[in-house]
């Protein structure tokens, strides 16, 4: 059989209207033998993308031809069909020379089943989802600290429908960003108890121990046994599963530590090698008609979001609380704090909550719930903070590391042409390196900037030099003094579309 003859018998058997240019390009390169990413690149689309409605394609081939059909069988299967077709052909002959043409017509011989529509959210498998938002999230709010603008700006994009909000799309992905410790998943969790209702399912992941896509989400239905069988093994049957269910109801899905299950040491948010399932999720929650909506906490920048400019996508880099949110949250922990104590703590940790709830558990143990006295012994990086920032900066790129090191030799604060200076041309980082590893820094959440330059929080500076055995002299309070009466100026985070983004980082903005 031909190539035209396939064509024709498809013709046939699938609604024309709902067989599209990309469905014929993949038909006809895969009858050429080409594989997924070179029909990709010749199409000008995304590979999974490719596979995704090529396997549509051959599921709608399968149910219409009553046969299974794949990339791989396809000329055996047509081959097949043409047989068949001839041996009915003969077989009309000889029944038309048996009865009277009258008697013919009203036969209907037709080898082919009935033309099936091919429509990519049809499924057979249902999702009883068992989360309940009202018994998962109780309302705890008088614990929660600040976020005021943070809250409204969530509320405002998970509210927000075609129906509700002329000419505004709803939003499908929210990618809230920031360092470990700043407050993404409390932040979350306080939102989703103010808009569980405007939701018919929320959907919580932690991505925490890194599992594999498959287990993050056969894990969401029921496991009972019999819905369990139904949970397709391939995981373009599973995503397509997901996006039916994310059409036909209006979920909130919560991706909580994202960043475990990106390649670590590697710039640019790559995905780790058994975890791309993950980023082909995303890719569809983007580009897909539905109406639900997924919410990542990240501490790094997953790749390909950054570089989506539409309305239906959003990034939010999360700051730590202000001096005075800082008091209160020191307040709440009952330890004794002036004013003046809780600006000298905002501006050694940037308003980091993990942080400063482990200084003020620390200021109870040995300081008698006295602030003031446990800022004399000039310790601020210690357990759980050292750990907490261990964590962040073992994931470095070798590139990153360079920069770091150098921005902390510095005095002050570290300018590009230092940066370059020291890096670039004593052959430390490349000219290409240079400016994609500062955006991923800028990404991770650790660099912020003042007019003068690039520089790092106290804490995280001083953890550093500890780490590389640097000599470091004790704090003092005139050093904080010093930092509390010259908060650097904050910058709204944008693209590294040239040398100016530098003036453009915010300070470190942490889980």
Same mark, same amino acid.
């Given at each position: 059989?031909?190539?035209?003859?396939?064509?024709?018998?498809?013709?046939?058997?699938?609604?024309?209207?709902?067989?599209?240019?990309?469905?014929?390009?993949?038909?006809?390169?895969?009858?050429?033998?080409?594989?997924?990413?070179?029909?990709?690149?010749?199409?000008?689309?995304?590979?999974?993308?490719?596979?995704?409605?090529?396997?549509?394609?051959?599921?709608?081939?399968?149910?219409?031809?009553?046969?299974?059909? $794949?990339?791989?069988?396809?000329?055996?299967?047509?081959?097949?069909?043409?047989?068949?077709?001839? %041996?009915?052909?003969? @077989?009309?002959?000889?029944?038309?020379?048996?009865?009277?043409?009258?008697? +013919?017509?009203?036969?209907?011989?037709?080898?082919?089943?009935?033309?099936? /529509?091919?429509?990519?959210?049809?499924?057979?498998?249902?999702?009883?989802?068992?989360?309940?938002?009202?018994?998962?999230?109780?309302?705890?709010?008088?614990?929660?600290?600040?976020?005021?603008?943070?809250?409204?700006?969530?509320?405002?994009?998970?509210?927000?429908?075609?129906?509700?909000?002329?000419?505004?799309?709803? $939003? +499908?992905?929210?990618?809230?960003?920031?360092?470990?410790?700043?407050?993404? =998943?409390?932040?979350?969790?306080?939102?989703?108890?103010?808009?569980?209702?405007?939701? +018919?399912?929320?959907?919580?992941?932690?991505?925490?121990?890194?599992?594999?896509? =498959? /287990?993050?989400?056969?894990?969401?239905?029921?496991?009972? @046994?019999?819905?369990?069988?139904?949970?397709?093994?391939?995981?373009? *049957?599973?995503?397509?599963?997901?996006?039916?269910?994310?059409?036909?109801?209006?979920?909130?899905?919560?991706?909580?530590?994202?960043?475990?299950?990106?390649?670590?040491?590697?710039?640019?948010?790559?995905?780790?090698?058994?975890?791309?399932?993950?980023?082909?999720?995303?890719?569809?929650?983007?580009?897909?008609?539905?109406?639900?909506?997924?919410?990542?906490?990240?501490?790094?920048?997953?790749?390909?979001?950054?570089?989506?400019? #539409? !309305?239906?996508?959003?990034?939010?880099?999360?700051?730590?609380? &202000?001096?005075?949110?800082?008091? =209160?949250?020191?307040?709440?922990?009952?330890?004794?704090?002036?004013? =003046?104590?809780?600006?000298?703590?905002?501006?050694?940790?940037?308003?980091?909550?993990?942080?400063?709830?482990?200084?003020?558990?620390?200021?109870?143990?040995?300081?008698?719930?006295?602030?003031?006295?446990?800022?004399?012994?000039?310790?601020?990086?210690?357990?759980? %903070? #050292? +750990?907490?920032?261990?964590?962040?900066?073992?994931?470095?790129?070798?590139?990153?590391?360079?920069?770091?090191?150098? %921005?902390?030799? @510095?005095?002050?604060?570290?300018?590009?042409?230092?940066?370059? /200076?020291?890096?670039?041309?004593?052959?430390?980082?490349? $000219?290409?390196?240079?400016?994609?590893?500062?955006? &991923?820094?800028?990404?991770?959440?650790?660099?912020?900037?003042?007019?003068?330059?690039?520089?790092?929080?106290?804490?995280?500076? @001083?953890?550093?030099?500890?780490?590389?055995?640097?000599?470091?002299?004790?704090?003092?309070?005139?050093?904080?003094?010093?930092?509390?009466?010259?908060? !650097?100026?904050?910058?709204?985070?944008?693209?590294?579309?040239?040398?100016?983004?530098? &003036?453009? *980082?915010?300070?470190?903005?942490?889980?």
């Amino acid at each position: 059989m031909t190539f035209e003859d396939a064509l024709a018998l498809i013709d046939t058997t699938l609604d024309p209207t709902h067989f599209k240019n990309l469905h014929q390009d993949i038909f006809r390169l895969s009858w050429q033998g080409k594989s997924y990413q070179e029909i990709a690149e010749t199409c000008g689309y995304d590979t999974d993308y490719v596979r995704h409605v090529g396997y549509q394609l051959w599921q709608k081939l399968s149910q219409a031809l009553e046969q299974k059909v $794949t990339k791989r069988n396809l000329h055996v299967v047509f081959r097949r069909l043409e047989q068949q077709s001839q %041996i009915s052909g003969n @077989e009309a002959e000889e029944m038309a020379s048996l009865f009277p043409i009258s008697q +013919q017509a009203k036969s209907n011989i037709n080898v082919y089943p009935t033309k099936v /529509e091919l429509i990519s959210d049809q499924t057979n498998c249902l999702l009883p989802w068992s989360d309940t938002p009202r018994h998962l999230y109780p309302n705890h709010g008088q614990l929660f600290v600040g976020r005021q603008q943070e809250q409204k700006n969530l509320i405002q994009w998970l509210t927000h429908t075609e129906q509700s909000i002329e000419r505004t799309h709803p $939003t +499908q992905l929210i990618n809230l960003l920031g360092m470990a410790g700043i407050g993404k =998943t409390s932040l979350v969790q306080q939102v989703i108890r103010q808009v569980q209702d405007r939701f +018919q399912r929320v959907i919580w992941r932690s991505l925490r121990n890194a599992p594999t896509f =498959t /287990e993050t989400f056969a894990n969401v239905i029921n496991t009972d @046994e019999q819905e369990t069988s139904k949970w397709p093994t391939h995981i373009d *049957a599973q995503i397509e599963l997901l996006m039916h269910y994310f059409r036909q109801h209006r979920c909130l899905l919560v991706l909580d530590n994202f960043e475990t299950i990106l390649q670590p040491r590697q710039m640019g948010g790559c995905y780790r090698p058994k975890h791309q399932a993950y980023g082909q999720l995303l890719r569809y929650m983007m580009d897909s008609p539905h109406q639900s909506c997924v919410l990542l906490t990240s501490r790094e920048q997953p790749i390909g979001i950054n570089l989506r400019n #539409q !309305p239906t996508v959003q990034t939010f880099y999360l700051q730590g609380l &202000s001096s005075s949110e800082t008091h =209160t949250l020191l307040n709440q922990q009952e330890v004794e704090a002036t004013q =003046t104590d809780a600006e000298t703590l905002h501006a050694y940790y940037g308003g980091n909550p993990y942080a400063l709830k482990v200084a003020a558990t620390n200021v109870t143990s040995l300081f008698h719930r006295q602030v003031s006295e446990w800022i004399d012994q000039g310790n601020f990086v210690f357990g759980p %903070i #050292q +750990q907490l920032l261990n964590q962040q900066l073992q994931r470095l790129a070798p590139p990153e590391q360079q920069i770091i090191q150098c %921005i902390v030799a @510095e005095t002050g604060n570290a300018t590009l042409d230092q940066l370059h /200076e020291a890096l670039v041309l004593n052959n430390l980082v490349s $000219t290409a390196d240079l400016l994609p590893a500062l955006q &991923s820094l800028q990404n991770r959440s650790l660099l912020y900037n003042q007019e003068e330059g690039l520089r790092l929080l106290p804490y995280l500076r @001083e953890y550093y030099l500890r780490c590389h055995h640097h000599p470091l002299s004790r704090v003092k309070q005139s050093t904080l003094a010093e930092l509390t009466s010259s908060q !650097p100026k904050m910058y709204p985070m944008q693209s590294c579309a040239s040398l100016n983004f530098l &003036s453009s *980082a915010t300070p470190a903005q942490y889980h």
